[in-house]
């Protein structure tokens, strides 16, 4: 892109003639680098512009490179300033009995040395439904939390969904959610403590990453081996 810029400013010069000071008469090479000093703001030497018209490109040619080095410039902060999430999920969700209540449950974790503050988490179930007439959609259905947002997420994060009467999942099987091409679409975001910046972080689980009478292991007072307990398996 630089090299293409000044190309197209040097032929720009030899179009107007002998325009360059100390220029040979047509060199391109000696344009292109009178344009490379010009960009650049170097400032010349033995070559310098000499007419009305290579003085007015020369002019155009310093407008372009104060516009291009701000947008370059803007580009690469916005770039290199974004505050990325860090954040992590289980590799299944699983369904398990929480106070009596079938239960879905996932976990995530903040991969950042600093914390999250004032994190939210939203839930959907996104599904195949058909019409009375018979016509097939993507719906979206939201999955209500017992906590969908907290202070501060500095380590883990439990979501936990009772699987009610008023649950979209009320009486969906593993089974019947594969064919219902079902999904879970979980958004989180909060703000970076360190810079104040949005920070957001997406996930999906598909219908077969949804696991029935699974309970997820304790990485408190638990162990990472895989174990069954009153007949339920740990993942």
Same mark, same amino acid.
């Given at each position: 892109? !630089?090299?293409?810029?000044?190309? %197209?400013?040097?032929?720009?010069? %030899?179009?107007? @003639?002998?325009?360059?000071?100390?220029?040979?008469?047509?060199? *391109?090479?000696?344009?292109?680098?009178?344009?490379?000093?010009?960009? +650049?703001?170097?400032?010349?030497?033995?070559?310098?512009?000499? /007419?009305? !018209?290579?003085?007015?490109?020369? /002019?155009?040619?310093?407008?372009?490179? #104060?516009?291009?080095?701000?947008?370059? $410039?803007? %580009? +690469? *902060?916005?770039?290199?300033?974004?505050?990325?999430?860090?954040?992590? *999920?289980?590799?299944?969700?699983?369904?398990?009995?929480?106070?009596?209540?079938?239960? #879905?449950?996932?976990?995530? +974790?903040?991969?950042?040395?600093?914390?999250?503050?004032?994190?939210?988490?939203?839930?959907? %179930?996104?599904?195949? =439904?058909?019409?009375? =007439?018979?016509?097939?959609?993507?719906? &979206?259905?939201?999955?209500?939390? #017992?906590?969908?947002?907290?202070?501060?997420?500095? #380590? /883990?994060? /439990? +979501?936990?969904?009772?699987?009610?009467? =008023?649950?979209?999942?009320?009486?969906?099987?593993?089974?019947?959610?594969?064919? &219902?091409?079902?999904?879970?679409?979980?958004?989180?975001? @909060?703000?970076?403590? $360190?810079?104040?910046?949005?920070?957001?972080?997406?996930?999906?689980?598909?219908?077969?990453?949804? &696991?029935?009478?699974?309970?997820?292991?304790?990485?408190?007072?638990?162990?990472?081996?895989?174990?069954? =307990?009153?007949? *339920?398996?740990?993942?």
């Amino acid at each position: 892109m !630089y090299g293409t810029l000044n190309a %197209l400013f040097a032929l720009v010069y %030899l179009a107007g @003639g002998d325009g360059i000071a100390h220029a040979q008469t047509g060199s *391109f090479w000696d344009a292109f680098f009178f344009s490379v000093q010009t960009l +650049a703001s170097i400032g010349y030497g033995n070559l310098y512009p000499q /007419t009305f !018209y290579a003085n007015t490109v020369v /002019t155009v040619e310093a407008l372009v490179e #104060l516009l291009g080095f701000a947008v370059v $410039t803007g %580009l +690469a *902060f916005a770039r290199f300033s974004q505050s990325t999430a860090h954040v992590i *999920f289980s590799h299944f969700a699983v369904v398990t009995p929480y106070n009596g209540v079938p239960t #879905l449950m996932f976990r995530t +974790a903040n991969q950042r040395g600093n914390q999250i503050v004032e994190a939210q988490m939203r839930v959907y %179930l996104l599904r195949d =439904e058909a019409s009375l =007439e018979g016509q097939f959609m993507r719906r &979206l259905y939201p999955v209500r939390l #017992l906590r969908s947002q907290t202070p501060s997420f500095a #380590l /883990t994060w /439990t +979501a936990i969904h009772p699987i009610d009467a =008023e649950s979209p999942l009320h009486n969906q099987t593993t089974a019947s959610l594969t064919q &219902l091409k079902a999904q879970i679409v979980i958004s989180l975001s @909060g703000i970076d403590e $360190t810079v104040a910046q949005a920070v957001h972080a997406r996930h999906l689980y598909q219908a077969q990453e949804i &696991l029935c009478n699974y309970q997820l292991v304790d990485i408190i007072y638990g162990n990472c081996s895989t174990r069954r =307990e009153q007949g *339920f398996q740990w993942v």
